[in-house]
């Protein structure tokens, strides 16, 4: 236990009481150090922990299947453009693909593929409830059982490929290999009809628009055999009249039109019954989803390698996942927005069209009426004739296109799809979980935390002071010497090989003896001359000067006489409580004065519990209350068995020991040794317990703090 001296009345500017110091990282060592104990138990504990967790845990097998995803993209019907290679910087397909393998539809459809609403391992309820059983309840069973399978999939991207590890666990290592295959399976299947899904709509609506065409097909031609046979009109020759050129040409002109008209809504029904991924792959040439797609990856990418070096719960990596998801929130915002955009100006296009159109049709209507006016019969026969042919090459483009379509909706029986499995899943041989090494690992780091995090908790409950630093910055004095306990600073500071000091023979060899408190001088036996002993403090420095506690009374020595600008001649010794080791500083440091040659006088100033007086083996018959009160016939200077020191007991109890020190024949009689001696030392009571300390302290030149180290809390100090 150390102990610290330390002057408050140091005229130099002290730093602020309370002043917190910057971080130390040597200081939390210390503390860890100070309870390696309760560390290392924790560790034990922790390790226990592991093995508990290892023994309790079921056995968990888990299998895996490698799926390869390509990018492939659904362009528009009819486009020239290569439909089956999407843009490479869409940053969002393959996280879209992934959240897909996880998707409940994804495992609804294995649930269905593996019979598992008829499992009785699955869906023990099964029998009980088929009889009165409603679609809403089997379709809530399967959502259910969905949720619940999906619960032991993972999936792991292989990074910088496009190959991706399906794994699945269970308790069963056949279901495990069976539940991967049955998942790698149902992606490629929803794949396809997804990808298809989009080409048959737009198939249904070409039919009916060739159904369509060809009525009204028909029905011209009937229009124009009876016109024919109530005319009799044969042929005409447009070419000789310019009003019939012109109806010809706007009747082109209307034709297409009205072509494009159904090219776009073709396009306009098709964007609206797409889902949004179908028609987000279609805009490749996005600018804004691409950037935000490429932000989403390379986030993705630093998760997957910073997961290789912290855990998902660090505060790194959740903050990390919380801008992934907020980029993913902002990417889906973008692509809405997008789809919007696709979709607002597919009807524009379309409206754009319908009105092209009309206005056509109007003029064409009108142009109509007027050459029914010049020659009604030949317009009629000649517009029917036109209409008719401008009808027939339109069905011919619509069945080119039904063609193409139907043969994009045959390649579904193909099963052809841009997901392929590399590797099926094989029924493992042996467990994943648990790992005995993982849990003792786990186990031990979680211990060694928790001890030091213990460990620096105690130390921060504790209110003791414990370093001079600590002393400085809360209490904002200067700390004067720290003495060291007397187990760890008996032995000599000099050279043992040359026999120099106390460190060498036989006295070295003495069993070293922490004590828990310092022991009074009347409690150790000794002579006059006998060194003190292992565990006794009082007069180290005279009977053992060599040792490393004497070189620190000598250090307080020469600290206290340059702490202050003004000649010390008189200091009294004190302390905030009892059993700090004032009395054992103030012997010290009166020997150790004494050393220098001068005259020294130590004052035992505690009239309540006297000491000096069996440190100094001197009678306490008659000291410093018969002084102050008269009783003296001289002065008792009683010299001492170190050269140059005298002491002045306290003499008998007194009943009013303030009264006595406060008295003016204590100021007086302080005034009269002042002349006399070169050094005055008093040793005076706890300063929290009485005001004697106080009292003494405005009539001295300095005032020595003792603090015990681990013993004096803060607010005492």
């Given at each position: 236990?150390?102990?610290?001296?330390?002057?408050?009345?140091?005229?130099?500017?002290?730093?602020?009481?309370?002043?917190?110091?910057?971080?130390?990282?040597?200081?939390?060592f210390?503390?860890?150090?100070?309870?390696?104990?309760?560390?290392?138990?924790?560790?034990?504990?922790?390790?226990?922990?592991?093995?508990?967790?290892?023994?309790?845990?079921?056995?968990?097998?888990?299998?895996t299947?490698?799926?390869?995803?390509e990018?492939?993209?659904?362009?528009?019907?009819?486009?020239?453009?290569?439909?089956?290679?999407?843009?490479?910087?869409?940053?969002?397909?393959?996280?879209?693909?992934?959240?897909?393998?996880?998707?409940?539809?994804?495992?609804?459809?294995?649930?269905?593929?593996?019979?598992?609403?008829?499992?009785?391992?699955?869906?023990?309820?099964?029998?009980?409830?088929?009889?009165?059983?409603?679609?809403?309840?089997?379709?809530?069973?399967?959502?259910?059982?969905?949720?619940?399978?999906?619960?032991?999939?993972?999936v792991?991207?292989?990074?910088?490929?496009?190959?991706?590890?399906?794994?699945?666990?269970?308790?069963?290592?056949?279901?495990?290999?069976?539940?991967?295959?049955?998942?790698?399976?149902?992606?490629?299947?929803?794949?396809?009809?997804?990808r298809?899904?989009?080409?048959?709509?737009?198939?249904?609506?070409?039919?009916?628009?060739?159904?369509?065409?060809?009525?009204?097909?028909?029905?011209?031609?009937?229009?124009?055999?009876?016109?024919r046979?109530?005319?009799?009109?044969?042929?005409?020759?447009?070419?000789?009249?310019?009003?019939?050129?012109?109806?010809?040409?706007?009747?082109?002109?209307?034709?297409?039109?009205?072509?494009?008209?159904?090219?776009?809504?073709?396009?306009?029904?098709?964007?609206?019954?797409?889902?949004?991924?179908?028609?987000?792959?279609?805009?490749?040439?996005?600018?804004?989803?691409?950037?935000?797609?490429?932000?989403?990856?390379?986030?993705?990418?630093?998760?997957?390698?910073?997961?290789?070096?912290?855990?998902?719960?660090?505060?790194?990596?959740?903050?990390?996942?919380?801008?992934?998801?907020?980029?993913?929130?902002s990417?889906?915002?973008?692509?809405?927005?997008?789809?919007?955009?696709?979709?607002?100006?597919?009807?524009?296009?379309?409206?754009?069209?319908?009105?092209?159109?009309?206005?056509?049709?109007?003029?064409?209507?009108?142009?109509?009426n007027?050459?029914?006016?010049?020659?009604?019969?030949?317009?009629?026969?000649?517009?029917?004739?036109?209409?008719?042919?401008?009808?027939?090459?339109?069905?011919?483009?619509?069945?080119?296109?039904?063609?193409?379509?139907?043969?994009?909706?045959?390649?579904?029986d193909?099963?052809?799809?841009?997901?392929?499995?590399?590797?099926?899943?094989?029924?493992?041989?042996?467990?994943?979980?648990?790992?005995?090494?993982?849990?003792?690992?786990?186990?031990?780091l979680?211990?060694?935390?928790f001890?030091?995090?213990?460990?620096?908790l105690?130390?921060?409950?504790?209110?003791?002071?414990?370093?001079?630093?600590?002393i400085?910055?809360?209490?904002g004095?200067?700390?004067?010497?720290?003495?060291?306990?007397?187990?760890?600073?008996?032995?000599?500071?000099?050279?043992?090989?040359?026999?120099?000091?106390?460190?060498?023979?036989?006295?070295?060899?003495?069993?070293?003896?922490?004590?828990?408190?310092?022991?009074?001088?009347?409690?150790?036996?000794?002579?006059?001359?006998?060194?003190?002993?292992?565990?006794?403090?009082?007069?180290?420095?005279?009977?053992?000067?060599?040792?490393?506690?004497s070189?620190?009374?000598?250090?307080?020595?020469?600290?206290?006489?340059?702490?202050?600008?003004?000649?010390?001649?008189?200091?009294?010794?004190?302390?905030?409580?009892?059993?700090?080791?004032?009395?054992?500083?103030?012997?010290?440091?009166?020997?150790?004065?004494?050393?220098?040659?001068?005259?020294?006088?130590?004052?035992?100033?505690?009239?309540?519990?006297?000491?000096?007086?069996?440190?100094?083996?001197?009678?306490?018959r008659?000291?410093?209350?018969?002084?102050?009160?008269?009783?003296?016939?001289?002065?008792?200077?009683?010299?001492?068995?170190?050269?140059?020191?005298?002491?002045?007991?306290?003499?008998?109890?007194?009943?009013?020991?303030?009264?006595?020190?406060?008295?003016?024949?204590?100021?007086?009689?302080?005034?009269?040794?002042?002349?006399?001696?070169?050094?005055?030392?008093?040793?005076?009571?706890?300063?929290?317990?009485?005001?004697?300390?106080?009292?003494?302290?405005?009539?001295?030149?300095?005032?020595?703090?003792?603090?015990?180290?681990?013993?004096?809390?803060?607010?005492?100090?």
């Amino acid at each position: 236990m150390s102990h610290f001296a330390s002057d408050p009345f140091d005229e130099e500017p002290a730093p602020k009481a309370g002043q917190e110091s910057d971080f130390n990282l040597a200081e939390y060592f210390g503390m860890v150090r100070r309870h390696w104990k309760l560390a290392a138990v924790c560790c034990l504990l922790g390790l226990a922990g592991g093995g508990i967790h290892f023994a309790i845990t079921p056995p968990a097998y888990q299998a895996t299947a490698t799926l390869q995803i390509e990018r492939r993209n659904l362009t528009p019907v009819g486009s020239r453009d290569n439909s089956w290679y999407e843009n490479y910087w869409d940053m969002e397909f393959y996280p879209t693909q992934y959240e897909l393998l996880q998707s409940r539809g994804l495992a609804e459809r294995v649930v269905k593929a593996l019979d598992l609403m008829e499992d009785p391992a699955f869906n023990p309820g099964r029998r009980e409830s088929a009889a009165g059983a409603t679609a809403e309840d089997d379709e809530a069973v399967l959502g259910g059982l969905a949720n619940a399978i999906r619960g032991g999939l993972s999936v792991a991207p292989v990074r910088n490929t496009r190959l991706v590890r399906l794994s699945y666990s269970a308790p069963n290592p056949e279901f495990a290999a069976k539940a991967a295959n049955a998942f790698a399976e149902a992606f490629i299947d929803m794949g396809i009809e997804d990808r298809f899904a989009s080409a048959g709509k737009a198939s249904t609506f070409i039919t009916s628009q060739i159904e369509t065409i060809k009525q009204e097909i028909q029905d011209k031609e009937t229009q124009l055999e009876a016109f024919r046979r109530r005319t009799d009109i044969v042929t005409l020759d447009p070419e000789t009249n310019v009003t019939l050129q012109r109806l010809e040409a706007l009747n082109t002109q209307l034709m297409e039109a009205r072509k494009l008209r159904i090219e776009k809504e073709s396009q306009y029904r098709e964007a609206a019954s797409s889902s949004k991924e179908a028609l987000t792959d279609s805009l490749a040439g996005s600018g804004v989803v691409s950037d935000q797609r490429a932000q989403l990856i390379a986030l993705e990418r630093d998760y997957e390698t910073k997961l290789k070096t912290y855990k998902p719960d660090h505060p790194s990596m959740l903050s990390l996942k919380a801008e992934i998801e907020k980029a993913r929130q902002s990417l889906r915002e973008v692509t809405q927005e997008q789809v919007d955009k696709a979709r607002g100006a597919a009807a524009a296009a379309y409206q754009t069209a319908r009105r092209q159109e009309d206005s056509l049709l109007a003029e064409y209507n009108l142009l109509k009426n007027e050459a029914i006016d010049q020659n009604s019969a030949a317009v009629t026969y000649t517009n029917l004739t036109v209409e008719i042919e401008a009808r027939r090459t339109l069905l011919n483009e619509l069945l080119r296109k039904q063609s193409e379509t139907e043969v994009a909706v045959r390649l579904q029986d193909t099963r052809e799809s841009n997901v392929r499995i590399i590797d099926k899943a094989l029924v493992p041989g042996g467990p994943f979980r648990p790992s005995l090494r993982k849990d003792l690992s786990y186990g031990l780091l979680l211990g060694l935390l928790f001890g030091v995090g213990c460990a620096v908790l105690i130390e921060f409950l504790d209110r003791t002071v414990k370093s001079p630093e600590e002393i400085e910055r809360r209490l904002g004095v200067p700390t004067l010497a720290v003495i060291q306990d007397l187990t760890e600073s008996g032995k000599a500071y000099g050279y043992s090989a040359y026999g120099y000091g106390y460190g060498a023979g036989a006295e070295a060899e003495k069993p070293r003896v922490r004590p828990t408190r310092m022991a009074p001088a009347s409690l150790v036996e000794r002579k006059k001359g006998q060194p003190a002993a292992l565990g006794q403090i009082e007069l180290v420095p005279h009977e053992r000067p060599r040792t490393l506690i004497s070189e620190s009374y000598r250090s307080l020595r020469t600290a206290l006489l340059l702490s202050s600008a003004r000649e010390l001649k008189v200091v009294a010794v004190t302390s905030a409580v009892a059993g700090e080791g004032k009395t054992a500083t103030a012997a010290n440091l009166a020997v150790v004065l004494a050393q220098l040659g001068r005259q020294v006088l130590i004052v035992d100033c505690d009239l309540r519990k006297p000491r000096q007086h069996q440190v100094f083996q001197v009678s306490n018959r008659v000291g410093l209350v018969n002084q102050l009160t008269g009783s003296a016939d001289s002065e008792v200077f009683l010299p001492t068995v170190v050269p140059n020191l005298w002491v002045t007991p306290s003499g008998p109890i007194p009943p009013n020991p303030s009264e006595l020190l406060a008295s003016d024949r204590m100021r007086d009689w302080l005034k009269s040794v002042r002349s006399r001696f070169d050094f005055v030392v008093l040793d005076t009571p706890p300063a929290l317990a009485v005001t004697d300390a106080t009292i003494v302290g405005m009539l001295v030149d300095g005032v020595v703090l003792t603090l015990r180290s681990g013993k004096v809390t803060r607010e005492e100090a």
